[in-house]
């Protein structure tokens, strides 16, 4: 199974940290799973990325502030593991991050993949403290290999190639300024050519080999059964409900419209006369204004519509 981390943080702002990542549980383990199982599974994955002492703080909105960045990344990255996957993909995982959040977040993953995740991630310039947590590292350029091979070789790959390197400079910044600087000058095709004839290549096609004739001869896994429409509507509904109900300044909005509105029809109406011309008009002119009203009031639905749009999508495909 595998778990995949988007560069955003797609989160419930109104929940809590430990109620997002139950709810991707709720959604996502088999129904069959009792929820003693599924909380017990979230217990041990907060456990797990050190978010216990912010379990019960809301991730927070644009209009209340609520756990930091780094929270918010572990967050994510703690409703994927709920799944216990093998493999787990993310996407940038340290953007917006500063040095040291970054770092913390990175020293989780290596954690877990010392527990025997399979990390994989991109990353734009790291800092060296966090290079060193690499075991392997691939670098692209133009969408084609320059290196692909444990992190302690990388400058050393390169000195063997010819580029000078000093034992100051960040390997990642090295990297990345020797692409840069060989691409200006239309001599990045060398590179290409370098890796396709060292031993690294070599090594990574036999490496390759020997996983396609162990995943031909493996056995196929059983299909996951399928999901009860009636347990993931009612999750979705309860989000829905605390969603609703702690949003103070929509629900405060909405109280007073309707408050005001019921006082105002209710003056406008007062004591109609007992006549079946003007009296009847009026009671069907009062009745065609309550029903536009409610009609009309439906409207504050987009609201939080718009704002839960990415996480829909998010939950859905995943």
């Given at each position: 199974?595998?778990?995949?981390?988007?560069?955003?943080?797609?989160l419930s702002g109104t929940l809590t940290v430990h109620e997002n990542i139950f709810f991707s549980a709720n959604l996502r383990l088999p129904y069959t799973m009792i929820h003693k199982q599924r909380?017990?599974?979230?217990?041990?994955?907060?456990?797990?990325?050190?978010?216990?002492?912010?379990?019960?703080?809301?991730?927070?909105?644009?209009f209340k502030r609520g756990v930091s960045g780094g929270e918010r990344k572990r967050t994510c990255i703690a409703m994927e593991l709920v799944l216990s996957p093998k493999i787990l993909f993310l996407d940038e995982p340290t953007t917006g991050l500063d040095a040291s959040t970054a770092c913390d977040v990175m020293k989780c993953l290596k954690?877990?993949?010392r527990n025997g995740c399979t990390i994989v991630f991109s990353i734009h310039q790291p800092r060296q403290s966090i290079f060193e947590l690499f075991d392997t590292v691939l670098l692209?350029?133009?969408?084609?290999?320059?290196y692909l091979g444990p992190s302690n070789s990388l400058h050393t790959y390169f000195i063997d190639h010819g580029f000078p390197y000093r034992e100051s400079n960040n390997p990642a910044d090295f990297a990345l300024d020797l692409l840069i600087q060989e691409a200006r000058n239309d001599r990045i095709t060398?590179?290409?050519?370098a890796y396709l004839n060292s031993s690294m290549h070599n090594l990574m096609i036999n490496r390759l080999k020997d996983i396609s004739h162990d995943s031909s001869n493996a056995r196929v896994q059983e299909e996951q059964p399928l999901r009860n429409i009636a347990s993931d509507?009612?999750?979705?509904?309860?989000?829905?409900?605390?969603?609703?109900?702690?949003?103070?300044?929509?629900?405060?909005?909405?109280?007073?419209?309707?408050?005001?509105?019921?006082?105002?029809?209710?003056?406008?109406y007062y004591q109609l006369p007992q006549t079946i011309g003007s009296g009847v008009q009026?009671?069907?002119?009062g009745l065609f204004f309550v029903i536009v009203n409610q009609i009309f009031s439906t409207a504050t639905a987009l609201e939080p519509f718009i704002k839960e749009r990415a996480l829909f999508i998010h939950v859905s495909i995943s």
């Open positions: 199974m595998v778990g995949y981390v988007v560069q955003d943080d797609i909380l017990a599974r979230v217990e041990e994955v907060i456990e797990q990325l050190s978010l216990r002492s912010c379990a019960n703080t809301r991730i927070g909105t644009e954690n877990l993949s692209l350029s133009n969408g084609r290999i320059v060398n590179l290409y050519e509507l009612f999750y979705v509904s309860q989000r829905t409900l605390r969603n609703a109900i702690r949003n103070s300044a929509l629900l405060a909005w909405q109280n007073a419209v309707a408050i005001i509105l019921a006082v105002l029809t209710g003056l406008l009026n009671r069907l002119g």
